[in-house]
């Protein structure tokens, strides 16, 4: 899986659990969205470990805190 690959399906999984504008995706982070919860946290991390077929661990679901860590997470994970 290419990195654009990724990145283009991890943004659709941002847009559709945080119901936010393709623009604000690449910026999308707890710290600015409100409907970040833990509730949407969880769903989340569901739809990627759907998404890509990986699995995330606690100390993986800790890190989760902007479209920036989610896409590392996920590159790291696939190349594993």
């Known amino acids: ?6 990145r283009d399906k991890l943004e659709i999984l941002f ?3 945080f119901n936010i504008k393709d623009e604000d995706i690449i910026k999308a982070s707890q710290n600015n969205l ?10 989340l991390i569901l739809a990627i470990e759907k998404e890509f077929d990986i699995t995330l661990d606690n100390n993986d679901v800790i890190k989760l805190s902007d479209f920036r860590s989610c896409f590392q997470l996920v590159i790291n994970k696939l190349v594993l």
């Open 1 to 6: 899986m290419d990195n654009q690959f990724v």
């Open 15 to 17: 847009k559709n659990t």
């Open 34 to 43: 409100k409907n970040w919860d833990s509730v949407n946290h969880m769903n």
